[in-house]
């Protein structure tokens, strides 16, 4: 048994000695090891050629876009502009067709199509489509037992917060009026 404990003993001297090494830590000896200089070189090395390839990749990639635009025909870079300008030109009859049937233009992305027939059928199907939705939800707030105003104002069936205050007030100036009352009697 007293071997373990010296066993144990000189292996806890080993490690303060160690801690202590480790606590006195000079950074140009680390930078001065061979090992280290070797490690760091192949390290920068790596990480250069995984640059090096994916710039390659990004150049080559532009390269053949380049080229095979150089390599249009005339026809093709025709057709290339009037299918843009056919599109530009089926956007903004797209938007005259929601200005005329008073549809939100935020749904105008909502709605594609190839020609200006198929974009009005879409169109009329999805604003249907969310007044359907919008009628389903109304009729279950009525089942719910919701009351519109009668007056079309946005209040609800509740009390509004200016006429509960004004209530609040009357009352508090009829209380007043009767404790004046009785105090002057």
């Given at each position: 048994?007293?071997?373990?404990?010296?066993?144990?003993?000189?292996?806890?001297?080993?490690?303060?000695?160690?801690?202590?090494?480790?606590?006195e830590?000079?950074?140009?000896?680390?930078?001065?090891?061979?090992?280290?200089?070797?490690?760091?070189?192949?390290?920068?090395?790596?990480?250069?050629?995984?640059?090096?390839?994916?710039?390659?990749?990004?150049?080559?990639q532009?390269?053949?876009?380049?080229?095979?635009?150089?390599?249009?025909?005339?026809?093709?870079?025709?057709?290339?502009?009037e299918?843009?300008?056919?599109?530009?030109?089926?956007?903004?009859e797209?938007?005259?067709?929601?200005?005329?049937?008073?549809?939100?233009?935020?749904?105008?992305?909502?709605?594609?199509?190839?020609?200006?027939?198929?974009?009005?059928?879409?169109a009329?199907?999805?604003?249907?489509?969310?007044?359907?939705?919008?009628?389903?939800?109304?009729?279950?707030?009525?089942?719910?037992?919701?009351v519109?105003?009668?007056?079309?104002?946005?209040?609800?069936?509740?009390?509004?917060?200016?006429?509960?205050?004004?209530?609040?007030?009357?009352?508090?100036?009829?209380?007043?009026?009767?404790a004046?009352?009785?105090?002057?009697?």
């Open positions: 048994m007293e071997e373990n404990k010296n066993v144990k003993t000189e292996g806890t001297q080993e490690v303060d000695t160690q801690s202590k090494e480790t606590q830590f000079d950074i140009k000896s680390v930078l001065e090891n061979d090992e280290f200089k070797r490690f760091m070189e192949s390290y920068a090395d790596k990480r250069v050629s995984e640059a090096v390839k994916t710039t390659k990749k990004k150049l080559q532009e390269y053949e876009e380049e080229k095979k635009k150089s390599e249009m025909t005339q026809e093709e870079i025709l057709q290339q502009k299918r843009e300008l056919y599109d530009r030109e089926l956007k903004l797209k938007i005259q067709y929601f200005k005329e049937k008073n549809y939100d233009l935020d749904l105008l992305d909502f709605v594609v199509g190839g020609d200006i027939d198929m974009i009005q059928e879409k009329d199907s999805l604003i249907s489509t969310i007044n359907k939705v919008v009628e389903k939800q109304v009729a279950e707030r009525l089942k719910q037992g919701y519109p105003p009668a007056n079309g104002s946005k209040t609800t069936a509740t009390e509004s917060i200016g006429l509960k205050l004004a209530k609040q007030i009357k009352e508090s100036q009829q209380y007043s009026q009767e004046q009352q009785q105090y002057f009697k």
